[in-house]
């Protein structure tokens, strides 16, 4: 009898608390200002392959919520990255350019005959931030920026449309100083924060943790922009989390594999984190939510990208501007704007994202940008405006090897390696797996892909190759 009143006290304990938890949810709904605009959030995975959640087909790797938000959203299923390499692809995220009209078209840039080394996005470069900053919006960045050079704070997410930026930062200082990739910077501060491996389950939780407390403290007058660019899955040594996920496949499979996929489960726990805070505070009724990755599937630091089908079968990792190394996820979500459970194959890409939240923001855009809003495809609409063709560039190093480009018109998917003086050409409608090179059997075609790989590769001076490679 003691025990059944005990567990009646229990339970009624726990209706109250789940009552209060309720209550103070719905208040803060309703003491939550009617914004004219809605909140804005990018989710940034950093190496994230195509086929790497459940809701794209992953059959090991757990990702619950993201599944669930998929489910609840619009999956894109052919939505493409920048290019297939960090640096480039943000830049193209952040300007609404596509590679051949950034200063940025590799991780590092010619700086003199001797020195290959990081090059800075352009100050006339326009970003998201500014264009939203100018529109109303307080903005914030959390994460890996990379489109900055370490000696100049000016080129840092602070300096480029972010009121709140909490980033990394490696290199030299303009003293010739290493700077330590763990200690975070907050607004160009140095006295900044240190990341203590041996106290978060991952470095993406301790970013969240910035993130909660940004919504806590941003202002309810304004609408919001969160750039949050995480470092999962990136497998640098650092960033391998100690961890017991999948202690069950210890013996099971190599263990810089179970670390990989404990990293994705770690990320879609922190996506929930922020989901849950947005709930509470009741913004989350009113933010669209872009959830995606740079590029495709990374193959560092002993990685085998094809050990969890991280490409989806695609062709191509990280680096390379077949499929698997472009093409990448996209969720949409936006309460009652969106439809719930919907899936498009609309082609779309990063530079699309610049006056796609233009127009949401009700802001405008700068006109030399490469990209159309698909606003209207999210809210269901009729999309009149649509692409003729999308393109990609990518220089990896001083030598000819690496670079390369690609378009893709239609399904036709043209495809040109600097070294290998051939334009490869694939239908992706009938070989989405780029297998069979049907150049040969379409004249008409490789010589429409290879005006465009010509036209829209604009010389620059750090990238020797830019303007493409057609002659040995």
């Known amino acids: 009898m003691k025990n059944f009143k005990l ?23 309703k003491n939550k200002k009617v914004l004219e605009k809605p909140n804005i959030i990018i989710l940034l995975a950093d190496d994230l392959g195509y086929g790497e959640l459940g809701a794209y087909g992953q059959k090991v790797i757990k990702t619950p919520f993201l599944d669930e938000i998929a489910s609840k959203g619009l999956k894109f299923t052919d939505f493409y990255a920048g290019t297939s390499v960090c640096s480039p692809s943000r830049a193209v995220l952040m300007t609404g350019k596509h590679t051949g009209h950034l200063s940025i078209r590799g991780n590092k840039g010619k700086l003199s005959e001797k020195k290959w080394d990081r090059v800075a996005l352009k100050k006339s470069e326009t970003t998201v931030a500014e264009v939203l900053q100018s529109g109303g919006y307080q903005t914030a960045m959390i994460g890996k920026w990379h489109l900055g050079i370490p000696e100049d704070v000016s080129t840092w997410a602070k300096g480029r449309g972010f009121d709140y930026a909490v980033q990394e930062q490696w290199g030299e200082d303009k003293n010739g100083k290493e700077i330590d990739e763990r200690v975070h910077w ?6 900044s924060i240190f990341y203590n491996y041996n106290k978060y389950k991952c470095l993406d939780e301790f970013r969240t943790n910035f993130a909660l407390d940004y919504l806590d403290k941003k202002s309810d007058e304004k609408p919001f922009f969160l750039y949050m660019s995480y470092r999962i899955p990136h497998a640098h040594e650092f960033f391998l989390s100690k961890t017991d996920l999948y202690a069950d496949k210890i013996e099971e499979w190599p263990e810089i594999e179970r670390r990989h996929a404990a990293r994705i489960t770690m990320l879609d726990a922190q ?46 990792y990280k680096r ?25 194959d609309f082609p779309a890409t990063f530079y699309d994202v610049m006056p796609t939240l233009a127009e949401v923001a ?29 393109y990609w560039e990518i220089q990896e190093g001083p030598i000819v090897k690496g670079f390369r480009q690609a378009t893709r018109i239609g399904n036709w998917k043209a495809v040109r390696y600097g070294d290998n003086y051939h334009t490869e050409l694939y239908n992706l409608e009938t070989d989405l797996y780029e297998t069979n090179d049907v150049s ?5 075609i490789v010589a429409k892909a290879e005006e465009i790989l010509k036209r829209e590769s604009v010389k620059d001076e750090h990238f020797p190759f830019s303007g493409g490679v057609f002659k040995k």
């Open 440 to 444: 040969k059997d379409h004249p008409e």
């Open 320 to 344: 390379d501007v077949y499929e698997g190394g472009v093409r990448v996820p996209l969720i949409a979500y936006w309460q009652n704007k969106i439809a719930e459970g919907t899936t498009t």
């Open 271 to 316: 996506i929930k984190r922020l989901f849950d805070k947005l709930e509470a505070s009741g913004d989350l009724e009113n933010t669209l939510i872009l959830i995606t990755s740079d590029n495709g599937p990374t193959a560092e630091n002993h990685h085998d990208y094809k050990f969890f089908n991280s490409s989806g079968s695609l062709k191509g």
């Open 362 to 390: 009700k802001s405008k855009a700068p006109e030399a940008i490469d990209g159309i809003s698909f606003l209207p495809h999210l809210l269901g609409k009729e999309q009149k405006e649509k692409h003729e063709f999308l």
């Open 186 to 191: 907050v607004n160009n501060n140095q006295d």
């Open 7 to 29: 567990l009646n006290v229990l339970l009624a304990m726990a209706v109250l608390v789940s009552c209060g938890q309720n209550l103070k949810k719905e208040t803060a709904k």
